[in-house]
Protein backbone atom coordinates (compact mmCIF):
# COMPACT_ATOMS: atom_id res chain seq x y z
CA UNK A 1 0.00 0.00 0.00
CA UNK A 2 3.27 1.96 -0.05
CA UNK A 3 2.74 3.22 -3.97
CA UNK A 4 -0.38 5.54 -2.62
CA UNK A 5 0.16 6.74 1.07
CA UNK A 6 -1.50 9.69 0.87
CA UNK A 7 -4.78 8.32 -0.54
CA UNK A 8 -4.84 5.37 2.14
CA UNK A 9 -3.65 8.49 4.82
CA UNK A 10 -6.92 10.35 3.74
CA UNK A 11 -9.24 7.07 3.38
CA UNK A 12 -7.90 6.57 7.27
CA UNK A 13 -8.69 9.89 8.73
CA UNK A 14 -12.42 10.47 7.07
CA UNK A 15 -12.91 6.72 8.38
CA UNK A 16 -12.39 7.82 12.03
CA UNK A 17 -14.59 10.89 11.36
CA UNK A 18 -17.24 8.22 10.33
CA UNK A 19 -17.52 8.90 6.35
CA UNK A 20 -17.66 5.65 4.55
CA UNK A 21 -14.74 5.07 2.44
CA UNK A 22 -13.61 3.40 -0.87
CA UNK A 23 -10.60 3.15 -3.11
CA UNK A 24 -11.01 4.55 -7.21
CA UNK A 25 -8.74 3.15 -9.94
CA UNK A 26 -8.02 4.89 -13.31
CA UNK A 27 -11.36 6.19 -15.03
CA UNK A 28 -12.34 7.62 -11.22
CA UNK A 29 -14.48 4.58 -11.19
CA UNK A 30 -14.92 1.52 -8.16
CA UNK A 31 -12.96 -1.93 -8.77
CA UNK A 32 -14.96 -4.69 -10.10
CA UNK A 33 -16.45 -7.28 -8.33
CA UNK A 34 -14.40 -10.37 -7.47
CA UNK A 35 -15.31 -13.54 -9.04
CA UNK A 36 -17.25 -14.86 -6.35
CA UNK A 37 -19.24 -11.58 -6.56
CA UNK A 38 -19.89 -11.51 -9.99
CA UNK A 39 -23.30 -11.54 -11.25
CA UNK A 40 -24.37 -11.04 -7.53
CA UNK A 41 -24.25 -14.39 -6.97
CA UNK A 42 -23.15 -13.69 -2.77
CA UNK A 43 -26.99 -11.70 -2.86
CA UNK A 44 -25.23 -8.35 -2.96
CA UNK A 45 -23.56 -5.92 0.61
CA UNK A 46 -26.41 -6.04 3.80
CA UNK A 47 -26.17 -2.63 3.06
CA UNK A 48 -28.02 -2.38 -0.45
CA UNK A 49 -31.53 -1.63 -0.88
CA UNK A 50 -31.87 -5.04 -2.15
CA UNK A 51 -30.05 -6.78 1.50
CA UNK A 52 -27.54 -9.95 0.73
CA UNK A 53 -25.71 -11.91 2.50
CA UNK A 54 -22.10 -10.90 1.23
CA UNK A 55 -19.29 -10.64 3.82
CA UNK A 56 -16.63 -10.81 0.90
CA UNK A 57 -13.31 -8.88 2.15
CA UNK A 58 -12.54 -7.52 -1.05
CA UNK A 59 -13.69 -3.84 -2.06
CA UNK A 60 -16.32 -4.90 -4.17
CA UNK A 61 -20.04 -3.81 -5.21
CA UNK A 62 -18.85 -0.30 -6.32
CA UNK A 63 -20.56 2.64 -3.32
CA UNK A 64 -21.84 -0.65 -0.93
CA UNK A 65 -18.46 -1.53 0.12
CA UNK A 66 -17.70 1.80 1.25
CA UNK A 67 -16.23 1.40 5.21
CA UNK A 68 -15.07 3.08 7.92
CA UNK A 69 -13.48 -0.03 9.57
CA UNK A 70 -9.99 0.57 9.51
CA UNK A 71 -8.93 -2.96 9.75
CA UNK A 72 -11.19 -3.72 6.62
CA UNK A 73 -9.65 -0.67 4.57
CA UNK A 74 -5.97 -1.51 5.63
CA UNK A 75 -6.75 -5.46 5.10
CA UNK A 76 -5.12 -7.66 2.86
CA UNK A 77 -8.05 -7.74 0.82
CA UNK A 78 -8.24 -3.98 -0.25
CA UNK A 79 -4.09 -3.93 -0.27
CA UNK A 80 -4.31 -4.60 -4.01
CA UNK A 81 -7.28 -1.64 -4.63
CA UNK A 82 -4.88 1.07 -3.03
CA UNK A 83 -1.95 0.07 -4.99
CA UNK A 84 -3.85 1.19 -7.74
CA UNK A 85 -6.15 3.53 -6.53
CA UNK A 86 -5.80 7.49 -8.11
CA UNK A 87 -8.71 9.21 -6.34
CA UNK A 88 -10.52 8.24 -3.38
CA UNK A 89 -14.37 8.57 -3.26
CA UNK A 90 -17.18 8.29 -0.23
CA UNK A 91 -20.13 7.21 0.65
CA UNK A 92 -22.18 10.44 1.63
CA UNK A 93 -25.62 8.35 2.59
CA UNK A 94 -23.31 6.23 4.46
CA UNK A 95 -21.94 9.58 6.68
CA UNK A 96 -26.04 10.73 6.39
CA UNK A 97 -24.73 13.55 3.93
CA UNK A 98 -26.19 14.51 0.21
CA UNK A 99 -23.99 15.74 -2.44
CA UNK A 100 -25.51 18.06 -4.59
CA UNK A 101 -23.50 17.77 -8.06
CA UNK A 102 -23.18 20.35 -10.14
CA UNK A 103 -21.42 19.80 -13.29
CA UNK A 104 -20.85 23.18 -14.51
CA UNK A 105 -21.44 27.25 -14.13
CA UNK A 106 -25.33 27.15 -14.56
CA UNK A 107 -25.75 24.97 -12.43
CA UNK A 108 -23.59 26.81 -9.75
CA UNK A 109 -25.58 29.76 -10.70
CA UNK A 110 -29.24 27.98 -10.59
CA UNK A 111 -27.76 26.86 -6.99
CA UNK A 112 -26.81 29.96 -5.87
CA UNK A 113 -30.34 31.52 -7.00
CA UNK A 114 -32.62 28.86 -5.24
CA UNK A 115 -31.06 26.99 -2.67
CA UNK A 116 -29.76 27.85 1.21
CA UNK A 117 -26.13 28.09 0.97
CA UNK A 118 -24.41 25.23 2.67
CA UNK A 119 -20.97 23.67 2.69
CA UNK A 120 -19.02 23.85 -0.93
CA UNK A 121 -16.24 22.32 -2.52
CA UNK A 122 -14.55 22.97 -6.06
CA UNK A 123 -14.87 20.38 -8.44
CA UNK A 124 -13.01 20.24 -11.98
CA UNK A 125 -15.95 22.14 -13.85
CA UNK A 126 -18.46 23.05 -11.22
CA UNK A 127 -19.01 22.69 -7.42
CA UNK A 128 -19.81 20.19 -4.88
CA UNK A 129 -22.82 21.31 -2.14
CA UNK A 130 -23.38 19.25 0.91
CA UNK A 131 -26.35 19.17 2.97
CA UNK A 132 -26.53 17.49 5.99
CA UNK A 133 -29.34 14.34 5.29
CA UNK A 134 -29.91 11.32 3.56
CA UNK A 135 -31.86 10.75 0.19
CA UNK A 136 -32.23 9.07 -2.72
CA UNK A 137 -29.71 9.72 -5.24
CA UNK A 138 -30.52 10.52 -9.12
CA UNK A 139 -29.11 11.79 -11.91
CA UNK A 140 -29.62 14.64 -14.30
CA UNK A 141 -33.10 16.39 -11.77
CA UNK A 142 -32.14 19.33 -14.07
CA UNK A 143 -29.76 20.46 -16.22
CA UNK A 144 -26.13 19.44 -14.76
CA UNK A 145 -27.54 18.40 -11.59
CA UNK A 146 -27.26 14.76 -9.72
CA UNK A 147 -27.68 14.27 -6.68
CA UNK A 148 -25.34 11.56 -4.34
CA UNK A 149 -26.12 10.56 -1.68
CA UNK A 150 -28.08 6.66 -0.01
CA UNK A 151 -27.00 4.53 -3.75
CA UNK A 152 -23.82 6.68 -5.21
CA UNK A 153 -20.45 7.33 -4.24
CA UNK A 154 -18.77 11.05 -4.40
CA UNK A 155 -15.07 11.85 -5.37
CA UNK A 156 -13.40 13.19 -2.07
CA UNK A 157 -11.97 16.35 -3.23
CA UNK A 158 -11.29 18.23 -0.06
CA UNK A 159 -13.34 19.72 3.41
CA UNK A 160 -15.17 22.55 1.49
CA UNK A 161 -15.90 25.83 3.12
CA UNK A 162 -18.79 27.58 4.90
CA UNK A 163 -21.38 25.73 7.46
CA UNK A 164 -23.05 22.87 5.92
CA UNK A 165 -26.62 23.25 6.76
CA UNK A 166 -29.71 20.76 6.95
CA UNK A 167 -30.84 18.84 4.03
CA UNK A 168 -33.88 21.36 2.29
CA UNK A 169 -36.95 20.16 0.82
CA UNK A 170 -36.30 22.11 -2.18
CA UNK A 171 -33.64 19.11 -2.85
CA UNK A 172 -35.77 16.13 -1.80
CA UNK A 173 -38.42 17.44 -4.33
CA UNK A 174 -36.39 17.67 -6.96
CA UNK A 175 -36.60 13.45 -7.33
CA UNK A 176 -40.24 13.50 -6.99
CA UNK A 177 -42.02 12.40 -9.94
CA UNK A 178 -44.94 13.62 -11.55
CA UNK A 179 -48.02 10.86 -12.09
CA UNK A 180 -48.31 8.34 -14.85
CA UNK A 181 -50.93 10.72 -17.18
CA UNK A 182 -53.62 7.78 -17.10
CA UNK A 183 -54.62 6.57 -20.76
CA UNK A 184 -57.78 6.32 -22.73
CA UNK A 185 -59.07 3.33 -20.26
CA UNK A 186 -57.55 4.50 -16.88
CA UNK A 187 -54.21 3.19 -16.99
CA UNK A 188 -52.91 2.85 -13.19
CA UNK A 189 -50.86 5.86 -12.24
CA UNK A 190 -48.06 6.14 -10.40
CA UNK A 191 -48.00 8.10 -6.70
CA UNK A 192 -45.38 10.48 -6.24
CA UNK A 193 -44.24 9.02 -3.98
CA UNK A 194 -40.95 6.67 -3.86
CA UNK A 195 -41.42 4.35 -1.15
CA UNK A 196 -41.19 0.71 -1.45
CA UNK A 197 -44.08 -1.18 -2.87
CA UNK A 198 -46.78 -1.41 -0.29
CA UNK A 199 -50.90 -1.13 -0.01
CA UNK A 200 -49.87 2.65 1.36
CA UNK A 201 -48.50 3.53 -2.23
CA UNK A 202 -51.19 1.41 -4.27
CA UNK A 203 -54.23 2.24 -3.02
CA UNK A 204 -56.35 1.73 -6.15
CA UNK A 205 -54.80 -1.80 -7.12
CA UNK A 206 -56.64 -5.17 -7.48
CA UNK A 207 -53.67 -7.53 -6.85
CA UNK A 208 -52.38 -8.71 -3.52
CA UNK A 209 -49.22 -7.66 -1.83
CA UNK A 210 -48.13 -11.21 -2.56
CA UNK A 211 -48.79 -11.53 -6.00
CA UNK A 212 -46.84 -8.03 -6.79
CA UNK A 213 -44.15 -8.65 -4.39
CA UNK A 214 -43.62 -12.12 -5.73
CA UNK A 215 -43.51 -11.13 -9.47
CA UNK A 216 -41.41 -7.59 -8.28
CA UNK A 217 -38.78 -10.28 -6.81
CA UNK A 218 -38.36 -12.56 -10.09
CA UNK A 219 -37.89 -9.90 -12.10
CA UNK A 220 -35.39 -8.17 -9.84
CA UNK A 221 -33.59 -11.98 -10.13
CA UNK A 222 -33.71 -11.38 -13.90
CA UNK A 223 -32.12 -7.84 -13.88
CA UNK A 224 -29.42 -8.82 -11.75
CA UNK A 225 -28.45 -12.53 -13.55
CA UNK A 226 -27.30 -9.89 -16.90
CA UNK A 227 -23.92 -8.42 -15.44
CA UNK A 228 -22.07 -9.01 -18.49
CA UNK A 229 -24.50 -7.47 -20.63
CA UNK A 230 -28.22 -6.45 -21.40
CA UNK A 231 -29.04 -5.35 -17.44
CA UNK A 232 -30.59 -2.03 -18.98
CA UNK A 233 -32.97 -4.41 -21.70
CA UNK A 234 -33.32 -6.72 -19.15
CA UNK A 235 -34.86 -3.71 -17.03
CA UNK A 236 -37.41 -2.24 -19.93
CA UNK A 237 -38.51 -5.63 -20.63
CA UNK A 238 -39.47 -6.52 -16.68
CA UNK A 239 -41.04 -3.17 -16.12
CA UNK A 240 -42.53 -3.36 -19.38
CA UNK A 241 -43.99 -6.76 -18.04
CA UNK A 242 -44.72 -5.57 -14.52
CA UNK A 243 -46.79 -2.73 -15.54
CA UNK A 244 -48.84 -4.72 -18.01
CA UNK A 245 -50.33 -6.85 -15.48
CA UNK A 246 -51.76 -3.49 -13.84
CA UNK A 247 -53.64 -2.08 -16.64
CA UNK A 248 -57.39 -3.27 -15.37
CA UNK A 249 -56.99 -1.44 -12.12
CA UNK A 250 -58.51 1.58 -11.21
CA UNK A 251 -55.11 2.94 -9.81
CA UNK A 252 -52.54 4.18 -8.46
CA UNK A 253 -50.97 0.62 -8.07
CA UNK A 254 -47.62 2.17 -6.99
CA UNK A 255 -45.92 2.18 -10.30
CA UNK A 256 -43.20 4.55 -9.44
CA UNK A 257 -41.72 2.65 -6.51
CA UNK A 258 -41.92 -0.92 -8.45
CA UNK A 259 -39.61 1.37 -11.00
CA UNK A 260 -37.61 2.62 -8.57
CA UNK A 261 -36.56 -1.23 -7.20
CA UNK A 262 -35.77 -2.24 -10.83
CA UNK A 263 -33.96 0.43 -11.49
CA UNK A 264 -31.72 -0.23 -8.46
CA UNK A 265 -31.12 -3.76 -9.27
CA UNK A 266 -29.96 -2.81 -13.03
CA UNK A 267 -27.68 -0.36 -11.10
CA UNK A 268 -26.28 -2.49 -9.00
CA UNK A 269 -25.00 -4.86 -11.80
CA UNK A 270 -23.05 -1.78 -13.82
CA UNK A 271 -25.78 -0.04 -15.59
CA UNK A 272 -25.41 3.94 -15.68
CA UNK A 273 -28.18 5.91 -13.27
CA UNK A 274 -29.49 7.54 -16.17
CA UNK A 275 -29.84 4.78 -18.41
CA UNK A 276 -31.40 2.31 -16.07
CA UNK A 277 -33.93 5.06 -15.34
CA UNK A 278 -34.81 5.71 -18.86
CA UNK A 279 -35.21 1.72 -19.89
CA UNK A 280 -37.63 1.59 -16.89
CA UNK A 281 -39.64 4.47 -17.94
CA UNK A 282 -39.85 3.85 -21.29
CA UNK A 283 -41.37 0.22 -20.21
CA UNK A 284 -43.40 1.58 -18.04
CA UNK A 285 -44.67 4.12 -20.58
CA UNK A 286 -44.95 1.08 -23.69
CA UNK A 287 -47.09 -0.81 -21.22
CA UNK A 288 -49.47 2.25 -20.46
CA UNK A 289 -49.83 2.87 -24.49
CA UNK A 290 -50.44 -0.62 -25.32
CA UNK A 291 -53.28 -0.56 -22.58
CA UNK A 292 -54.41 2.77 -24.16
Known amino acids: MNATPEVLRVALALAAAGVPVLPLR ?5 FGNCRTCRGNACGGRPNMKAAGPCRCPAPCHAWAAATT ?19 LAYHPGGAGL ?10 VAWARATLPATRTVPTTRGEHWLYQGAML ?18 RWLGPGTGRMVALPSTVRALVVKEETTPGRRG ?16 TGC ?10 LERGLALVRARTESGA ?23 LAAIGEEIVTAAVTVGVPETYARRAVANGLEVAGERAA
Open 26 to 30: AGKVP
Open 69 to 87: DPHVITSPAWAPAWQEAVV
Open 98 to 107: TVLDLDNATA
Open 137 to 154: SANAVRPGVDIKSLTQYA
Open 187 to 202: VASSPRTLAPWSRQVA
Open 206 to 215: RHTERYVRTG
Open 232 to 254: GSQAFGVARFLAAQHTGCPGPCG
